[in-house]
């Protein structure tokens, strides 16, 4: 219906918080106490943990991007990130309750020979660094030989928000990476590169090879708009190396999953990004329609 829509087009164009509904209509006048016992209860935030519990037995890591946005295609009110708003104001050694939640699929092989590609632009990386982690660890203290990794990350700029650069330097140093690549979206003077921009341009065969002929393994650490893309990229690498058809391809990309050789690692939504917000209320209308 009209109405529907309406509601769908202010809901993710506005995103907004009790606060700015009732200033935005001013008619409705609900009891503090009714709105109280109304309010959900604050859901977990789930972050990856970023280090190796063999490196570091007694603490745990996380890799936090601080958010922050503007509602209303960047000139609405300044809405922040809950959890990591929080995280960055308390102050050292003060208390964060918090629980551990296993992923029984997304961990280093059993088998340091398997090759591995990471993929990780942002605080995707997380996880990964628990992996080179645990691979330094085992290399050093336990005298295992890993077959390299090849490591893709992204950010925006180099001198910005590369994250870890100088640890995953490191690590290449020390044989735990056979590669590393960076794409740079924001870097003055070069095109804007992305991490599936990477695996197509320059690591199709390699990709091609660790999923099918080395029986390898690939996971891919992000928000839900990045995962889809690199996944187009890797069913169109299959087509192309492979000589595969496109539904051949996705039988595949199935069967990897199945096998836990392709892996995934997804963030809910990307509140700033409005691609995501346009692509929902997209769907939202699409599925009124349908009923």
Known sequence: SQGTQEYEEWKWYSSPTIPEVLHEFPSVRVPT?????????LQPRYYSISSSPDAHPSEVHLTVGVLSYHTQNGKGPLHYGVCSTWLNSINPKETVPCFVRRAPTFHLPSDPSEPCILVGPGTGIAPFRSFWQQRLYDMEHKGVKPLGMTLVFGCRQSDKDHIYKEETLE?????????????????????????????????????????????????VCGDVTMARDVMCVVQKVLVSQGGLSYSEAEELLSLLKKEKRYHEDIFGLVLHSQEVRTRIHSQSYSEEEDR
């Not at 106490?33 to 209860?41: G, H, M, N, V």
Request: hydrophobic letters at 35%.
């Open 171 to 219: 690590a290449k140093q020390k044989g735990v990476f056979k590669e590393i690549y960076t794409g740079y979206s924001r870097e003055p003077g070069i095109p804007k590169t992305y991490v599936q921009h990477i695996l197509r341009d320059k690591l199709s065969k390699d990709v091609f090879q660790t999923l099918h002929s080395k029986k390898g393994h690939m996971y």
């Open 33 to 41: 106490s009714l709105l109280l016992l109304s309010l959900p209860l």
